[in-house]
């Protein structure tokens, strides 16, 4: 039997819980809405999990939260499933967190089926305009235009056999891959003492496998551990692989000790502890307001979410060598690299996804900025690129360069640098200077008359 991973995703109250008690056979940890927070805040405030078989696949479904508040959670659960089920209420149409949650499904290419809840109380009018609005959004999205859409009441039961009929059709379509022979990871999501027991965590197996006996490690809290059993939904196991949702008892770390962003993982591990990374971004072509360097974002790396500084930058070439300039602005639609300083360390590796939010925006503004993937660890010196202009002068048999410096001194330190004569594509090199005004002698590569502008590019060190 496959294991596979079903997000829930949706808009506060649209039925998300009471769709996964529908499917549910096996809960597990934090399922339908067991923790007390939840109970008293009446909404879903973790991730939660639940499980059912469907055919020759073992369903492990992940309920995300719906609260504008928790997008950061709903983020987080995108990393970890293999297809995902978007929840719409059909008599109030799509809202703010609808739009986020299936954002987020897009850029990460996550199977997406859209659920249209409560049919029971919904008119056929109200019920129709709701599916052809998501149809409109389903087709502005870059991987999800033909996500199916079914209609249901989690409440009376009406369509679920029809949604499982669906959802099995997919997961029969696409091709789940799994990094067994990988090093072990598995993200931490909550982790507990059990009498009789021990210290347990459960979790999502990324990558790898894991048996009973295993000698790992906890990071970054960097605490060697060993596998004491292993539980796949109430059974006991020998051993358990990527994609698996494993309860796993170990020997030599208390809960107490844990957090969300520890991750359990092998001694080959390649994962690194680090609070600066560089990543290739893109800016989302619907987010409308401008990046600009040391400002302050989200990033959701994994399962966290934590703040960050960002400096946005290119590879320019100059003088025949590439360099790395810091962009003053980095708009909509816009690529670049950019430098991650965040706020606490983290457990990353090379090739990570990343999402980059600004959640000091108002709960009914889109905050997901753009995304990106890990690419480098290493500190850069970057730069700044400096533009002066100044003009040829044509005087008599001498042609020379006013206004690039102010003084014989300060030109001289010019001697060498390229200039450039962009109404006629033309470049030169300073040879030297006369006089004492800082005039410049240039040796043009083609003709130039008095009067034309002159661009001098010069790369210092920015900050």
């Not at 769709?19 to 008293?40: F, N, R």
């Not at 003053?328 to 360390?345: A, P, T």
Request: glycine residues 8%; positive net charge.
């Amino acid at each position: 039997m496959k294991n596979v991973n079903v997000g829930l995703f949706g808009h506060i109250d649209h039925g998300k819980t009471e769709l996964a008690k529908q499917l549910t056979e096996i809960i597990s940890t934090s399922a339908l809405d067991k923790p007390k927070e939840s109970k008293k805040r009446g909404i879903t405030i973790d991730l939660g999990f639940s499980s059912f078989v469907l055919g020759n696949y073992r369903i492990t479904l992940v309920d995300a939260p719906g609260h504008s508040e928790l997008i950061r959670t709903a983020i987080g659960a995108g990393n970890i499933i293999d297809v995902a089920l978007l929840v719409v209420d059909a008599k109030e149409g799509p809202k703010t967190q609808t739009g986020e949650h299936l954002l987020v499904l897009d850029l990460l290419k996550i199977p997406t089926i859209v659920v249209l809840n409560k049919i029971d109380i919904a008119s056929n009018e109200e019920t129709k305009r709701t599916e052809e609005i998501m149809k409109q959004i389903l087709n502005s999205t870059l991987h999800l235009k033909n996500s199916k859409i079914v209609k249901i009441s989690a409440k009376t039961g009406e369509g679920i056999d029809n949604l499982k009929k669906e959802l099995k059709q997919l997961l029969d379509a696409i091709d789940i891959k799994r990094e067994i022979d990988s090093y072990l990871k598995m993200p931490i999501d909550h982790a507990f003492k059990i009498k009789g027991v021990g210290t347990v965590i459960t979790g999502t197996i990324h990558k790898g496998t894991v048996k009973v006996g295993d000698l790992l490690k906890i990071l970054p809290i960097n605490q060697e551990v060993k596998v004491k059993s292993i539980q796949c939904f109430k059974q006991d196991v020998e051993k358990a692989y990527a994609g698996d949702r494993v309860g796993i008892s170990l020997i030599g770390v208390e809960p107490e000790s844990l957090f969300r962003g520890c991750i359990l993982t092998s001694e080959d591990t390649k994962l690194k502890v680090v609070d600066t990374f560089v990543a290739e971004i893109k800016i989302l072509d619907l987010f409308k307001y401008d990046l600009t360097p040391k400002m302050k974002v989200h990033v959701n790396v994994g399962l966290l979410t934590v703040p960050a500084t960002i400096i946005p930058y290119k590879l320019e070439k100059i003088n025949d060598k590439e360099e790395p300039v810091v962009l003053n602005e980095v708009k909509k639609g816009m690529s670049c690299y950019c430098i991650f300083k965040l706020d606490e360390r983290v457990v990353v590796e090379e090739g990570d996804k990343i999402l980059i939010m600004r959640l000091d925006l108002p709960p009914t503004t889109l905050r997901i900025c753009g995304f990106g993937r890990i690419v480098d660890f290493k500190e850069l010196e970057l730069k700044k690129i400096v533009i002066k202009e100044g003009k040829v002068v044509k005087k008599k048999d001498r042609i020379y360069i006013e206004g690039l410096a102010t003084s014989k001194i300060s030109g001289e330190k010019l001697i060498g640098e390229k200039v450039y004569v962009p109404e006629k594509d033309i470049w030169g090199v300073i040879k030297g200077t006369f006089g004492t005004k800082g005039y410049l002698v240039v040796d043009f590569e083609d003709e130039v008359e008095g009067g034309e502008r002159v661009v001098l590019k010069r790369v210092r060190k920015w900050g």
